[in-house]
């Protein structure tokens, strides 16, 4: 992605004298862009698939036309006798629509937009004006906002993306230095969620023995919650001095990241409660005197997939229930969807390792600061930002590294 502030060129036609050309007679002009044209030379723009009169190359996921002929479609196909037989596919049909139509929208006033600047740039080369400048400069760097979080939002393109998210932090091998890690990184997405203003619970956490928590569930709430957070599934490696090492030594330790799609009431996901064991237990850890003193905590357990999903952050065991039967929906539907990439995969004749696999990033605190992304290369010095919630960039590089990888497919 490049720079946020962009500035129009002038594409004017080679002259046929050699001699470079003059510069721009505007004293403002040529202090904010150093442009070179000639006299009654106007700005054209370049060709493109997202304009009305650009190319006629495929406009790929942002192809307005598209999306407003499967409108038209969506609208038709309601009035079909049958159409609201099947309540649960006729919702899903309509947020499609509704989807469709704010994301239409939304692109229509990024065009015009686009449009009145271009307009108001032309004046500008006419009759120069160091306030409309100003002006233009401020609307441009709001214009190339908007359009990059837009842009941003095409990569969230996967069925479950635009739902809430549950998110599951796994301490591996490496005792108390292991589950101190895992307690710092739900701290880094508890952050995280709060720059996005995603509503967080913990659904449930087993504490380490010393410090730190073995594992925690947390869900998280907003629209593309999913979208985002499913760029971090993976093992994440931590290199630092470790604090309960009385020697001062380095240690490497790894934390695995589960992400999944909250599963919702019209999701086809149905329980057998022939194939599920319920047990109730006493919750563990902190909290208040009616928590610790009944058996309100709930673990369901999938038996012919072994899926276990556990709540015990409620204050009642009708409570706790539900929220597990959340999780394990979340679960099974999770495990559906990695059976589907798992058949593409094989498809491709690519092989897939069991278990925990590859770490997808590192947080090296020592002896240099450094956060790098395996898979798409990035990285940064500032580990503070990082551990501080601050992870949009290094989101941003994987969705858009799949998605290359899906266009190339």
Same mark, same amino acid.
């Given at each position: 992605?490049?720079?946020?502030?962009t500035?129009?060129?002038?594409?004017?036609?080679?002259?046929?004298?050699?001699?470079?050309?003059?510069?721009c007679?505007?004293?403002?002009?040529?202090?904010?862009?150093?442009?070179?044209?000639?006299a009654? /030379?106007?700005?054209?723009?370049p060709?493109?698939?997202?304009?009305?009169?650009?190319?006629?190359?495929?406009?790929g996921i942002?192809?307005?036309?598209?999306?407003?002929?499967?409108?038209?479609?969506?609208?038709a196909? /309601?009035?079909?006798p049958?159409?609201?037989?099947?309540?649960?596919?006729?919702?899903?049909v309509?947020?499609?629509?509704?989807?469709?139509?704010?994301?239409i929208?939304?692109?229509?006033?990024?065009?015009?937009?686009?449009?009145d600047?271009l307009?108001?740039?032309?004046?500008?080369?006419e009759?120069?004006?160091? %306030?409309?400048?100003?002006?233009?400069?401020?609307?441009?760097a709001?214009?190339a906002?908007?359009?990059?979080? %837009?842009?941003?939002?095409?990569?969230?393109?996967?069925?479950?993306?635009?739902r809430?998210?549950l998110?599951?932090?796994?301490?591996?091998?490496?005792? /108390? !230095?292991?589950?101190d890690?895992?307690?710092?990184?739900?701290?880094?997405? @508890?952050?995280?969620a709060?720059?996005?203003?995603?509503?967080?619970?913990?659904?449930?956490?087993?504490?380490?023995?010393?410090?730190?928590?073995?594992?925690?569930?947390?869900?998280?709430?907003g629209?593309?919650?999913?979208?985002?957070?499913?760029?971090?599934?993976?093992?994440h490696?931590?290199?630092?001095?470790?604090?309960f090492?009385?020697?001062n030594?380095?240690?490497?330790?790894?934390?695995?990241? %589960?992400?999944?799609?909250?599963?919702?009431d019209?999701? *086809?996901?149905?329980?057998d409660w022939? +194939?599920?064991?319920?047990?109730?237990?006493?919750? +563990?850890?902190?909290?208040g005197?009616?928590?610790?003193?009944?058996?309100s905590?709930?673990?369901? /357990?999938?038996l012919?997939?072994g899926?276990?999903? +556990?709540? #015990?952050?409620?204050?009642?065991?009708t +409570?706790?229930?539900?929220?597990?039967?959340k999780?394990?929906?979340?679960?099974?539907? *999770?495990?559906?969807?990695?059976?589907k990439?798992?058949?593409?995969?094989? @498809?491709?004749? %690519?092989?897939?390792?069991?278990?925990?696999?590859?770490?997808?990033?590192?947080y090296?605190?020592?002896?240099?600061?450094?956060?790098?992304?395996?898979r798409?290369?990035?990285?940064?010095?500032?580990t503070?930002?990082?551990?501080?919630?601050? @992870?949009?960039?290094?989101? #941003?590089?994987?969705?858009?590294?799949?998605?290359?990888? !899906?266009?190339?497919?």
């Amino acid at each position: 992605m490049g720079s946020a502030r962009t500035t129009p060129t002038a594409h004017a036609s080679t002259p046929s004298s050699p001699v470079a050309r003059p510069r721009c007679a505007s004293s403002s002009c040529a202090r904010s862009c150093s442009r070179i044209c000639r006299a009654g /030379t106007r700005w054209k723009r370049p060709p493109s698939g997202t304009w009305p009169n650009g190319s006629g190359r495929p406009r790929g996921i942002f192809d307005l036309e598209a999306k407003e002929a499967r409108v038209a479609q969506i609208e038709a196909l /309601t009035q079909e006798p049958g159409f609201w037989d099947d309540g649960r596919a006729a919702q899903k049909v309509l947020r499609e629509a509704d989807g469709l139509r704010g994301e239409i929208t939304t692109w229509r006033e990024l065009l015009v937009r686009a449009d009145d600047l271009l307009a108001a740039v032309e004046l500008l080369y006419e009759a120069p004006d160091a %306030e409309l400048e100003a002006e233009l400069e401020r609307d441009a760097a709001s214009l190339a906002t908007d359009f990059l979080r %837009e842009r941003t939002a095409l990569l969230f393109s996967g069925e479950y993306d635009e739902r809430p998210a549950l998110l599951s932090i796994s301490a591996g091998a490496g005792g /108390t !230095e292991a589950t101190d890690w895992t307690e710092m990184l739900l701290r880094m997405y @508890l952050r995280w969620a709060e720059r996005h203003r995603f509503p967080t619970e913990i659904l449930d956490q087993q504490e380490g023995e010393q410090a730190g928590l073995k594992s925690v569930t947390v869900a998280v709430n907003g629209r593309r919650a999913y979208g985002w957070l499913r760029a971090e599934r993976g093992v994440h490696r931590l290199v630092r001095i470790s604090p309960f090492d009385s020697q001062n030594r380095r240690q490497t330790t790894f934390a695995l990241v %589960e992400v999944l799609p909250e599963a919702e009431d019209d999701v *086809e996901i149905e329980l057998d409660w022939d +194939q599920i064991r319920v047990d109730t237990f006493r919750s +563990q850890g902190a909290g208040g005197q009616h928590v610790n003193k009944t058996d309100s905590a709930v673990r369901l /357990t999938h038996l012919p997939t072994g899926i276990v999903a +556990q709540s #015990q952050n409620e204050r009642s065991q009708t +409570q706790n229930k539900e929220m597990a039967i959340k999780v394990l929906k979340s679960r099974l539907l *999770e495990r559906a969807l990695e059976e589907k990439e798992e058949e593409v995969r094989k @498809l491709k004749g %690519e092989h897939v390792e069991a278990g925990w696999g590859n770490q997808i990033r590192s947080y090296v605190l020592h002896p240099y600061q450094m956060v790098k992304d395996l898979r798409t290369g990035y990285e940064t010095g500032n580990t503070g930002a990082v551990l501080d919630g601050d @992870l949009d960039a290094f989101m #941003q590089a994987e969705l858009e590294r799949v998605i290359g990888e !899906e266009g190339a497919a």
